[in-house]
């Protein structure tokens, strides 16, 4: 059973930074394409920046690609997406998620498996 576990979210001022951390485990994530996504109050959830597992390579959504950047870890199995120069417009819950996929999608309906989300506040 695939579980995607988030964590590092949290209350911060404009301009700080911040780490999240999506542990994932019940299976090999070889092929893969993890992905970060948010969701503000009332608008749809958005993608945010992706991975691919076992190449590395990266994209990063326009609105994000010059504070934030997506990372992993093998041995941890883990995930990470470090946000430099938060500002109240990133507010929202951040949702790790995995596609079965070789290219980074950017739509949610690719994503097979997601985590239960941890709340990012940027207070200005």
């Known amino acids: 059973q695939v579980q995607l576990v988030e964590s590092g979210g949290g209350l911060v001022q404009a301009g700080d930074s911040l780490r999240l951390s999506c542990a994932a485990s019940?299976?090999?994530?070889?092929?893969?394409?993890m992905g970060w996504f948010r969701q503000a109050p009332g608008k749809e959830r958005e993608f945010v920046a992706g991975i691919r597992w076992s190449g590395g390579s990266t994209y990063h959504a326009d609105s994000v690609k010059t504070r934030f950047t997506i990372s992993r870890d093998f041995a941890k199995n883990t995930v990470y997406l470090q946000m430099n120069s938060l500002k109240p417009e990133d507010t929202a819950v951040y949702y790790c998620?995995?596609?079965?996929?070789?290219?980074?999608?950017?739509?949610?309906?690719?994503?097979?498996?997601w985590g239960q989300g941890t709340q990012v506040i940027v207070s200005s």
């Open positions: 019940g299976r090999t994530f070889n092929g893969y394409v």
């Open positions: 998620a995995a596609s079965n996929t070789i290219n980074i999608h950017t739509t949610r309906d690719r994503y097979d498996y």
